[in-house]
């Protein structure tokens, strides 16, 4: 069996000190931006783009929140 991998996106949105309570894949990077957009939208406070730390390719932060993006490999 030949193990081939794919590149996918992870949105996660959570709490500082709490860790993620949300966290959905996406085959495009887009597809991750847009969820992370949606999440924003139904928020009740304010985000801002955030610096990035340690994996994450895109982030925000929103009162004690966060919303990060990572890019993964997962196995086909």
Do not use: P
């Not at 340690?54 to 932060?61: D, E």
């Amino acid at each position: 069996m030949k193990n081939e991998s794919m590149t996918v996106y992870m949105a996660s949105m959570g709490e500082n000190c709490e860790g993620a309570g949300y966290t959905s894949l996406h085959y495009t990077l887009d597809g991750a931006v847009e969820q992370a957009k949606k999440w924003i939208s139904e928020s009740t406070f304010d985000w801002d783009r955030a610096e990035c730390y340690g994996n994450a390719i895109r982030a925000w932060a929103g009162g004690c929140d966060w919303i990060e993006i990572c890019e993964r490999k997962i196995i086909k």
